[in-house]
Structure formats: structure tokens, C-alpha cells
């Protein structure tokens, strides 16, 4: 394959609503960049979306077929079958067990894949063996050493060893594994009071409260922040956290189209104008919903537009930055810092510490008197047991460095290699042709291949030679849109990367991707 031979054309979209042309040091180039283009977002070529539909149609056509001739004993059915349950309702519905039959089992080679290894550059696979199509498996007892392309490792703080590796065995010596209580009872430790106010000052917001999961941390403490009588205007590819942590406040849910800011503002507009339904009462309060970088789409949240619709419309906003912090900005303080924009002008800035930090758990950073609420109304305060003392210790320790407070420039020297490594990384692919979603600054790289077959072709081909990645598909994207997902990460060299790249120029070539874009 030459590289180039079926570039493709790609949509530039302007960006021109409320982004500053660079500030507080911040490289201006960088942001004028930021400043004109949005992120990058190709149609789904139609000679590409008739055969993804056309694949659908005949793996229903012929997954149908073969229901048949399992219920009448013509095939036999090698899925586990329930017993001792006759008369009762099946606990699937339809569609879910046929998906599960004729999608998932056929190509759990591709998933699931048991690591023993820590995450970084390069890792350890378990290797597999079946043969009955992925039914069920055997493990011949070797391993295979791959190229890590598939972990939110950003910075590449999950180590086994280091600084962060000791503090966190001294953490296990000092408060051991788990104090078994939640934070409302006897789950509070100093360290947990510390990395609060870490937190709180990291991401410059007046106080913080952490917990011990990321996903709890939206679909937990949302509905403590809204509920009948108020607004909650999200974005459509939001996480699936934020979306349950919405549905579950009772509050009014609307939903704007992907980084639209017309979108946003028409439903702001007739929001306050038309009131709640049937009364037409003022909403109490209304909530947007974003998040700072997409993770299935590597884009970029139009922060500073909206937080002019914000300020124009007296809304809220709620900013939930699980892969940005610490991946993003010239201090790793993630997309406003990237930006520039003013925390201040953020009402709730919630983070994960799975990603950069590589640790578990979340926070929500916000003003002393939310941070109260939250406290005192959280499920997750009152019935979750706290953050485990070595993963506390990982968090603080890894923030600390990031923020330079360990007397190097460590953390610097990371934010800096992820930053180039997104740059060369996403640069090279596009020049190879590949549809390439997202922004030149996201470290969550998706590259489009549409139809189911090829995703899971290329999943394999890139382990065969040693690289592992992640491959996403309906109903996690839309049913057109199957892609892989390339998670970059501070602790990958050039030469790794260009390895990852000259996998991917021969998997290319042998899966013939020119049908995606023009000769």
C-alpha cells in the first residue's frame, strides 16, 4: 500500500463561536488551530454504508435461518441452555440473545482477553484457543507480548514500580487494603482529606469530594444536583454514566446534536421561553451536560461556546472531564486549562481517576456549598465503602508529580510526550488514508472501518502482529460507524508507535480500506 493512494476528503467545520486565540502561555499556534477548525468528522462513504447494511441484513437473514434449524433439531445448538426454568419468561429479550448468539460468541477472540501484565507500552496477552467458534475456550498456558495500544494509561502512571508503586505499598502498610465502611461512618481517612484538597487545587475549583468509582461518581451524584422541575439539556454522544445519572433524577431530559452550538442554543431558547410543559413554568434550573473529550469519537467539547450559551441563557453547566484531566492542557489540567477558560465559569467539574491517573475511582470539584450538598445527599457517600488507601496514594501521588510538586519535571516530560505522540500518531494515519475521527490533540484515536467483519479482521491481524487494540461496534457506535479505537499513552516511544503504524499500513492493504474513501 502507498501511502496517500485513497486519501480521503475530510470536512473542515469552523469553529468561530467564543474560543480564545491564546493565552495564559499556551502555544498560539495551538489554539488559533483550535480556534478554526472543529474536529475532524467524515461521512460514512455510501458505496461503505450500503455494504455494512447489506452485512447486517444477511447476518440476520442467515441468523434467523439457523434458529430454525436449532428449534427443530436439524443443528445443534452449541450455546449454554438453561434448565429446570420451563414455563418461565425467557430472561433476554430477543434481539439481545440473537446479537449475543450470532455477533458476540463469534468473535470473542477479540475481546475479554485476560492481561498478566501491568498496562503500559506493551503487555501480556493470555493466549486462547477454541474450537467451537468461540463458544468456549482452552488455555494452552503461553502468553503473547503485544504492543499496547488499548489502555487509558495516558501518562502512564500504572506502573508496579516507581514512585507512585511505593507510596501506594506504603499506603497498604500504614492503612492496609480497606476500612470496610463508607465515607459516612468510619470510611474517612486523612489521606482521603488530602486528595481532596489536591484535587480541589489541581483543578482550581474552591473544594472537592472524591469516590471510590468513576461511574457511581456521575450516575450517583447527578441526582443529587437535579430532579423534578428542572432541565437537563445533554449532549447526544454523551457517556452512558451521565446519561442513567440523568434518567434516574426524575429531571426533564433533552438532548442537542453532537458539539452543535445552534442545536444547543435553539433548545436554551425554547427552553426559556416555553417553561415546562402543560404549566409553562419556569424551568427551576437547567443543566448542560458535556463531557470534555468524547470517548468513542476523540472529540473535543466546545467549552468556551458554551459557557457563553451558559452565561446568555443563566444555565448551568456540568463538565465531566473522565478523559481529559490530566491528558489535556499545557498543566494536564484537562480541557480548560487546554482552552484556557475559567473554572470559575464551570459549576460542576467532574474527572475520573482510571485514565491519566492510573488509579479507580472519581471526583466532583465544584464550590464549597455544592460540595456540601453532595456530601451529605450522595448515595455514593452514604452506602459505597471509600476509596482504597493504596489507590488514594497512586491518585495523590501521580497528581503531585503531574503538578510538579515532587521537585522535577516529570509530569511536564509526560504531558509533553503524550501531546507529541497524538500529533505524529494521528498525522501519520491520515496521511496513510485512514478516516481518522476526533481532534490532532485527543489521545483516543478512532479510526472508522464500518462494517462488523473488518473490525473484527482487523482486531486479529493487528495481534498477529503483535499489537494489540481495541475494536468498537454497534450499539456502542451507530449501526454504520464500527471502528478501532487506538488509546495512546505517554509510555509509548516513536518506535513503538511506528511499529503500530507499519502493522496497521500492511493490515490496510490486506483489508483493502481504498472502499472507504476515493481512489
Not at 474560543?19 to 489554539?31: D, H, L, V, Y
Not at 497528581?399 to 498525522?427: H, P, S, V, W
Not at 499489537?467 to 461496534?473: D, F, P, R, S
Request: glycine share 8%; charged share 20%; hydrophobic share 40%.
Amino acid at each position: 500500500m502507498v501511502a496517500g493512494t485513497y486519501a480521503t476528503r475530510r470536512k473542515q467545520h469552523s469553529m468561530k463561536n467564543g474560543f480564545p486565540k491564546g493565552s495564559n502561555g499556551f502555544a498560539s499556534q495551538e489554539r488559533n488551530y483550535v480556534a478554526e477548525l472543529m474536529d475532524d468528522f467524515e461521512d460514512t462513504p455510501l458505496y461503505c454504508a450500503v455494504l455494512t447494511y447489506m452485512s447486517y441484513f444477511f447476518l440476520i437473514l442467515f441468523g434467523y435461518m439457523r434458529d430454525f434449524l436449532r428449534k427443530y433439531g436439524f443443528e445443534k445448538s452449541k450455546a449454554v441452555q438453561e434448565t429446570g426454568n420451563e414455563g418461565f419468561v425467557p430472561l433476554y429479550a430477543d434481539f439481545e440473545s440473537f446479537f449475543t448468539r450470532n455477533i458476540y460468541r463469534c468473535v470473542r477472540d477479540c475481546f475479554n482477553r485476560p492481561l498478566c501484565s501491568v498496562p503500559g507500552g506493551q503487555i501480556e496477552l493470555v493466549d486462547r484457543e477454541s474450537d467451537d467458534w468461540n463458544y468456549t475456550f482452552r488455555y494452552p498456558g503461553t502468553t503473547t507480548k503485544a504492543l499496547n495500544l488499548a489502555s487509558y494509561n495516558y501518562l502512564g502512571f500504572a506502573e508496579n514500580s516507581g514512585p507512585c508503586a511505593e507510596l501506594a505499598e506504603q499506603a497498604v502498610r500504614d492503612y492496609g487494603i480497606a476500612g470496610c465502611s463508607s465515607r459516612h461512618e468510619y470510611g474517612t481517612l486523612d489521606i482521603h482529606n488530602e486528595l481532596e484538597s489536591v484535587v480541589a487545587k489541581f483543578v482550581r475549583k474552591p473544594a472537592a469530594m472524591v469516590f471510590g468509582m468513576g461511574f457511581a461518581t456521575n450516575s450517583s451524584n447527578i441526582p443529587t444536583l437535579v430532579g423534578k422541575g428542572d432541565l437537563i439539556i445533554s449532549d447526544e454522544l454523551n457517556h452512558t454514566s451521565l446519561i442513567l445519572g440523568a434518567r434516574l433524577s426524575g429531571a426533564k431530559i433533552k438532548v442537542f446534536q453532537h458539539n452543535d452550538m445552534k442545536s444547543l442554543e435553539k433548545i436554551l431558547r425554547e427552553s426559556v421561553v416555553q417553561g415546562q410543559p402543560r404549566t409553562h413554568r419556569a424551568w427551576k434550573k437547567i443543566l448542560i451536560i458535556v463531557e470534555g473529550v468524547y470517548s468513542m469519537e476523540g472529540s473535543l467539547s466546545r467549552l468556551p461556546a458554551v459557557v457563553a450559551l451558559k452565561k446568555k441563557y443563566k444555565a448551568y453547566i456540568y463538565l465531566d472531564e473522565a478523559h481529559s484531566i490530566g491528558a489535556m492542557g499545557p498543566n494536564g489540567r484537562g480541557i480548560t486549562d487546554y482552552f484556557g477558560v475559567d473554572p470559575a465559569d464551570i459549576d460542576i467539574m467532574m474527572g475520573t481517576f482510571t485514565k491519566s491517573f492510573g488509579a479507580a475511582g472519581g471526583y466532583i470539584a465544584a464550590s464549597q456549598e455544592i460540595i456540601n450538598h453532595i456530601r451529605a445527599a450522595s448515595h455514593s457517600a452514604a452506602y459505597a465503602s471509600f476509596m482504597s488507601p493504596p489507590v488514594v496514594m497512586q491518585v495523590l501521588s501521580s497528581m503531585k508529580i503531574i503538578m510538579g510538586e515532587d521537585g522535577t519535571d516529570r509530569g511536564k516530560q509526560r504531558l509533553n510526550a503524550l501531546a507529541q505522540n497524538c500529533k505524529y500518531f494521528r498525522q501519520r494515519l491520515k496521511n496513510m488514508g485512514y478516516i481518522v475521527y476526533g481532534h490532532d490533540a485527543s489521545a483516543v484515536v478512532p479510526i472508522l472501518l464500518y462494517m462488523p467483519a473488518k473490525c473484527v479482521a482487523f482486531s486479529r491481524e493487528m495481534l498477529k502482529r503483535n499489537v494489540a487494540v481495541v475494536i468498537v461496534g454497534f450499539p456502542a457506535t451507530s449501526l454504520i460507524e464500527g471502528r478501532a479505537r487506538i488509546c495512546l499513552s505517554a509510555s509509548h516511544t516513536r518506535e513503538m508507535l511506528d511499529k503500530a503504524l507499519d502493522a496497521m499500513d500492511e493490515v490496510g492493504d490486506l483489508l483493502k480500506p481504498s472502499i472507504y474513501g476515493e481512489e
